[in-house]
């Protein structure tokens, strides 16, 4: 079967190259945030149908980070002329982030290959003073997961992420509007991050001990817990809780108890 090509060159499937080909969807990324005069940077430019739109919108710098070769040279070819760009031949998630830190801040705007949205995700949580705001697609599974206050859906994805960004749904996008199109619904969303984290003692432990909690988020913290180091006689009153229950307060007040 011949592989699907755009411009003459073939996508590939292990890149998770889905190309944009609605400019409605791109106008709906953008109307969240004034990107005119800012440091933006792209995951994954394709065949340039977004890099393109964002260039158009003024911004002070526009870096791509951009893992196919044959893309990366044909995009930054077409837009040589424009002394904003800044193409870069690699993958994203081996960049060493003090690259970033002489024009911060940065707005991410992309569309977001499915299979490494969360090792995305979590490179710009870590480093969120960077990059405090953007815009990305991702799949409407995964977008759901993320913004979960409570039940079906909820856990350490939710609570991760939700502790150190606001999110907020934008328009869901039919697989109509991609070139391949892929067998899932894809949803536009914004973060910003927050500026009043809460702070956690021990916070990697404690992030360790959520996966632990919600490792079968529908049974007990009795059943999750029973057969780990801690001594659950120091919190009865919350051993009867599902997990999926639970708030982030309500975790970190456990936590508390249990990390001393």
């Known amino acids: 079967?011949?592989?699907?090509?755009?411009?003459?060159?073939?996508?590939?499937?292990?890149?998770?190259?889905?190309?944009?080909?609605?400019?409605?969807?791109?106008?709906?990324?953008?109307?969240?945030?004034?990107?005119?005069?800012?440091?933006?940077?792209?995951?994954?430019?394709?065949?340039?149908?977004?890099?393109?739109?964002?260039?158009?919108?003024?911004?002070?710098?526009?870096?791509?980070?951009?893992?196919?070769?044959?893309?990366?040279?044909?995009?930054?070819?077409?837009?040589?002329?424009?002394?904003?760009?800044?193409?870069?031949?690699?993958?994203?998630?081996?960049?060493?982030?003090?690259?970033?830190?002489?024009?911060?801040?940065?707005?991410?705007?992309?569309?977001?290959?499915?299979?490494?949205?969360?090792?995305?995700?979590?490179k710009v949580q870590a480093n969120r003073e960077c990059m405090p705001e953007g815009v990305v697609m991702m799949q409407e599974e995964v977008a759901q997961k993320i913004i979960k206050k409570g039940g079906r859906g909820y856990g350490y994805i939710s609570l991760f992420f939700q502790h150190y960004f606001e999110w907020k749904l934008l328009a869901k996008i039919p697989p109509t509007a991609f070139y391949p199109q892929p067998k899932v619904f894809s949803r536009l969303i914004h973060f910003v991050a927050r500026k009043d984290v809460i702070p956690i003692p021990n916070e990697e432990g404690f992030w360790k001990f959520i996966k632990l909690c919600l490792c079968q988020p529908r049974r007990t913290l009795r059943n999750n817990l029973g057969q780990t180091h801690f001594d659950l006689s120091k919190a009865e009153k919350y051993l009867a809780l599902r997990a999926q229950q639970m708030s982030f307060q309500d975790f970190l007040e456990l936590w508390k108890v249990f990390d001393q």
């Open 1 to 122: 079967m011949k592989r699907p090509q755009s411009k003459g060159i073939p996508l590939k499937k292990h890149y998770g190259q889905y190309f944009l080909r609605d400019g409605l969807v791109i106008s709906e990324m953008l109307s969240p945030i004034s990107i005119k005069g800012k440091s933006v940077f792209e995951i994954g430019c394709g065949d340039g149908f977004l890099t393109r739109e964002i260039l158009a919108h003024d911004p002070e710098r526009l870096w791509v980070f951009e893992i196919d070769e044959a893309w990366a040279e044909k995009v930054d070819k077409e837009f040589e002329s424009n002394q904003k760009l800044t193409m870069h031949h690699a993958n994203f998630l081996d960049i060493d982030f003090s690259v970033f830190e002489e024009n911060k801040p940065w707005i991410l705007l992309s569309n977001l290959p499915y299979h490494i949205t969360f090792p995305i995700l979590k």
